[in-house]
């Protein structure tokens, strides 16, 4: 069976100990870099490897050019509940394997097309409402968003137990951003990680993916000709698309 979006913790656990499927926890509180690899060294699914942002899912930071967490070329919870077994020792694979990633270059953008392509898409910020109206800014030097951008924060895609909202709720949060159906859609938040999130709920409520600017805020003010705005903007939607 082809999972095209999430997987429910019954859906996943029969396949626990198969050797044809790898579980990865990928944990991570920013500012904290250590937390993530702790708490699974306290308890994981079983079987499953650790991958850390920045040491495994994170290119070269190029100071001065690139966002904090570059390409590289509360799921547990749920589990729990589910009354499924956890374990507390580090995992390896069973056998060693050739993982080839197949990318879509097409789903990701960057800097230039953001810019360019200004009367044809929809920007999406990610981060929380303080962060972009540059009222709370503690990880980037500089606060604020890009010009024209919504405000959609990805803690609005999930319910208090921390599942994703249906996809009739989710679509009720994008439909906010009143696009057209030629206009792309381009997600971005602090370094491209919480954007990712909103990718993922975009792709479940309308079964297609939006674009990932994947550089995001970090990288958007290391040029200082690119605009930054303060305040609401055109973000009329900030406060009430979380959910």
Same mark, same amino acid.
């Given at each position: 069976? !082809?999972?095209?979006?999430?997987?429910?913790?019954?859906?996943?656990?029969?396949?626990?100990?198969?050797?044809?499927?790898?579980?990865?926890?990928? !944990?991570?509180?920013?500012?904290?870099?250590?937390?993530? !690899?702790?708490?699974?060294?306290?308890?994981?699914?079983?079987?499953?490897?650790?991958?850390? #942002?920045?040491?495994?899912?994170?290119?070269?930071?190029?100071?001065?050019?690139?966002?904090?967490?570059?390409?590289?070329?509360?799921?547990?919870?749920?589990?729990?509940?589910?009354?499924?077994?956890?374990?507390?020792?580090?995992?390896?694979?069973?056998?060693?394997?050739?993982?080839?990633?197949? $990318?879509?270059?097409?789903?990701?953008?960057?800097?230039?097309?953001?810019?360019?392509?200004?009367?044809? /898409?929809?920007?999406?910020?990610? /981060?929380?409402?303080?962060?972009?109206?540059?009222?709370?800014?503690?990880?980037?030097? @500089?606060?604020?968003?890009?010009?024209?951008?919504?405000?959609?924060?990805?803690?609005?895609?999930?319910?208090?137990?921390?599942? $994703?909202?249906?996809?009739? &709720?989710?679509?009720?949060? $994008?439909?906010?951003?009143?696009?057209?159906?030629?206009?792309?859609? @381009?997600?971005?938040?602090?370094?491209?990680?919480?954007?990712?999130?909103?990718?993922?709920?975009?792709?479940?409520?309308?079964?297609?993916?939006?674009? #990932?600017?994947?550089?995001?805020?970090?990288?958007?003010?290391?040029?200082?000709? /690119?605009?930054?705005?303060?305040?609401?903007? /055109?973000?009329?939607?900030? &406060?009430?698309?979380?959910?």
């Amino acid at each position: 069976m !082809r999972y095209g979006t999430i997987i429910q913790p019954a859906e996943a656990a029969p396949w626990l100990g198969n050797p044809d499927w790898l579980f990865v926890d990928c !944990r991570y509180t920013l500012g904290q870099s250590g937390s993530g !690899r702790n708490s699974y060294l306290q308890e994981h699914i079983p079987g499953a490897v650790y991958a850390d #942002l920045e040491e495994d899912l994170s290119g070269p930071v190029e100071p001065g050019r690139t966002g904090r967490h570059p390409l590289p070329r509360k799921a547990k919870s749920a589990w729990k509940k589910a009354g499924l077994p956890t374990d507390d020792r580090p995992s390896r694979p069973p056998h060693e394997t050739q993982f080839e990633a197949t $990318f879509r270059d097409d789903l990701v953008t960057d800097s230039a097309e953001v810019l360019r392509n200004s009367d044809k /898409r929809v920007l999406v910020d990610s /981060r929380a409402t303080d962060r972009y109206r540059g009222e709370s800014e503690k990880i980037d030097p @500089i606060g604020g968003h890009i010009p024209g951008a919504y405000s959609l924060p990805f803690s609005g895609n999930l319910t208090d137990d921390g599942a $994703f909202r249906s996809p009739g &709720e989710l679509r009720d949060r $994008f439909e906010r951003l009143k696009r057209n159906s030629d206009t792309d859609v @381009i997600i971005y938040c602090g370094s491209g990680v919480t954007a990712a999130h909103n990718v993922l709920a975009f792709a479940i409520a309308y079964s297609e993916m939006p674009k #990932l600017y994947a550089g995001s805020w970090s990288e958007w003010i290391t040029d200082s000709k /690119r605009g930054i705005a303060r305040g609401d903007n /055109r973000a009329g939607t900030a &406060e009430d698309s979380v959910l």
